[in-house]
């Protein structure tokens, strides 16, 4: 079994990616990719992080990448259904607030 996937799901001008698996420095990068994609061809970009079962440093600096590219290009960013431990992880790195977090 792939220990980390993402799984785009494309409605009108928004996608929701399903995220699976450690976000950390083996799947930053393909993270990365499926961000910036759908960063330019999406009005918003949905992480659904209720798969995330784990998150580093390396997984945090690439969501907070995405929220700023979000920014510049004008497009919402948000995540979802974040489990307990990765919201811990975004409070002690004092980004909570750097990220918009919906409800499920």
């Excluded at 996937?5 to 929701?16: E, F, G, I, L, W």
């Excluded at 920014?71 to 980004?95: C, D, K, N, S, W």
Aim: hydrophobic share 45%.
């Amino acid at each position: 079994m792939e220990r980390f996937s993402v799984d785009a799901s494309v409605t009108d001008r928004q996608v929701v990616l399903a995220v699976q698996g450690e976000v950390d420095l083996a799947s930053a990068e393909r993270l990365r990719g499926e961000l910036d994609r759908w960063l330019s061809e999406a009005d918003t970009v949905v992480v659904d992080c209720a798969g995330i079962t784990f998150i580093d440093s390396t997984g945090l600096r690439t969501l907070i990448e995405a929220v700023n590219k979000a920014e510049e290009a004008g497009r919402r960013f948000e995540l979802t259904a974040v489990p307990t431990p990765v919201g811990r992880v975004f409070e002690l790195a004092g980004v909570t607030e750097v990220f918009t977090i919906v409800a499920d």
